[in-house]
């Protein structure tokens, strides 16, 4: 896509926002441009003023049928009847009250019974933290500092995961043998003395690497990019088998597991980590993080035995209310939800898929569960190195232009996601709005 063909897909979009813009100008005001990074994209992004099933309404009035769903974490799309019911009867007993109040009880027992690697679970506010201590935890067990991630996975943004998450190619070193990349400014230089990296969709050479450092290693942390970048369950089964035999703590990163599937992407390949954590979904739409595992590795968090071996607290963590919407959530979440998104998956990847060769345009679609994303490459994509062929500048304009139609993806077009409030009118409704993008640029 060309400079003047964005120009004009911008000008189109300035003329339909007018009132976003004036917000965006009084927000930098008192904010460095946004609220937070990601909700940012050349020109301006969108203000919102509503939200319900599957729909946003901007300042502006117009309507968009929502394909980020927050992150990912609106699965039953916006203000769901039950969501909604629990968290108002959670609001008349407590807000926040410091102390337990029942509901965290019930939803760590909801999680582990879909969950077979899970026998406890601790809660915090985000995914970043679950991530944070499930680290800290795994170096207490094991007496070792090195942490393994592979090359791409994002794991939140703390100094000791916040390495090669998508680093210049220039200086990330062999495919098979990758360095260590700071991914943010304001890291110490010595973060990456702590950090493994390790090549994904590769178990050879990631043996190779963890047989290395196995006496320093106290975990690997792996992130099935869920619809993301598409992984192989031998690949996932091959690390289990490998960290296991290195006597290593595998944390699997969920996340956006319960997008694939009731007990995760875990359950589908038929593993068993021995740590997991978890945001998103699990909070109904409210901040919320965990982690959980083994019984005999989460008792290192237990105080009633005297002072724990690692401590993990927090003024909100296990919110009440994050607390009752995430139960209420999960409970929705049967198999005939996950048959019904995975259907409309389909659908949208095979008429994405007809689109781009009818108007022969090299992009790549990824799916897993109900998140998808798109690559301006001819593909494949099977690791990070390979989305970095992508056509950024049109994934850009596309972007734009599907929002002028009415339809909201991700600003990256990755990591989109569908909502059980959508229908097939819905799904061909982005198809057709894609085929017209196409023909017209």
Do not use: W
């Amino acid at each position: 896509m060309t400079p003047s063909q964005i120009a004009s897909i911008q000008a189109v979009y300035k003329s339909r926002t007018p009132c976003s813009f004036k917000a965006f100008q009084l927000s930098g005001q008192v904010m460095p441009g946004v609220a937070k990074g990601a909700y940012y994209y050349a020109p301006y992004p969108i203000t919102i003023e509503r939200a319900e099933s599957c729909f946003l309404y901007d300042l502006d009035g117009n309507r968009y049928v929502d394909f980020a769903n927050h992150h990912t974490t609106q699965i039953l799309g916006h203000n769901h009847p039950a969501v909604i019911r629990a968290v108002e009867d959670q609001l008349k007993q407590g807000i926040a009250v410091g102390s337990p109040m029942g509901k965290e009880t019930s939803l760590a027992k909801a999680l582990c019974d879909r969950v077979k690697s899970l026998d406890m679970v601790r809660f915090c506010n985000s995914g970043t933290e679950a991530t944070l201590h499930t680290i800290r935890l795994a170096r207490e067990i094991t007496g070792r500092h090195i942490i393994g991630k592979f090359e791409g996975g994002y794991h939140g943004s703390h100094d000791s995961v916040e390495i090669s998450v998508a680093p210049d190619t220039k200086l990330a070193g062999s495919a098979t043998r990758p360095k260590p990349v700071r991914g943010a400014g304001g890291m110490p230089p010595n973060t990456t003395e702590n950090v493994i990296v390790l090549p994904l969709d590769n178990e050879i050479a990631s043996e190779a690497i963890i047989k290395e450092n196995k006496d320093r290693l106290a975990a690997v942390i792996l992130d099935p990019r869920t619809g993301v970048i598409p992984q192989r369950f031998d690949f996932i089964r091959a690390i289990r088998d490998i960290t296991r035999k290195y006597d290593i703590l595998l944390i699997f990163d969920e996340i956006v597991g319960f997008r694939s599937a009731i007990g995760g992407v875990q359950s589908q390949c038929g593993i068993i980590p021995d740590l997991t954590t978890y945001g998103k979904i699990i909070g109904g739409g409210f901040p919320i993080g965990a982690f959980g595992g083994r019984k005999e590795l989460m008792s290192m968090l237990d105080p009633t035995q005297g002072k724990p071996r690692l401590s993990q607290s927090g003024t909100f963590s296990g919110h009440p209310v994050a607390m009752a919407a995430g139960l209420a959530m999960l409970n929705e979440l049967t198999s005939e939800v996950y048959d019904k998104l995975d259907y409309l998956t389909d659908r949208l990847v095979s008429g994405l898929t007809d689109v781009f060769k009818s108007t022969k345009t090299d992009v790549t679609v990824v799916a897993s569960g109900s998140t998808f994303s798109i690559y301006f490459t001819a593909g494949p994509v099977r690791t990070y190195r390979d989305t970095t062929s992508a056509d950024r500048q049109t994934g850009a304009g596309i972007f734009l232009a599907l929002l002028n139609k009415g339809f909201n993806l991700s600003n990256g077009l990755v990591m989109n996601s569908l909502s059980i409030s959508m229908d097939e009118t819905h799904i061909d409704g982005l198809v057709g709005a894609m085929n017209e993008v196409l023909e017209n640029s």
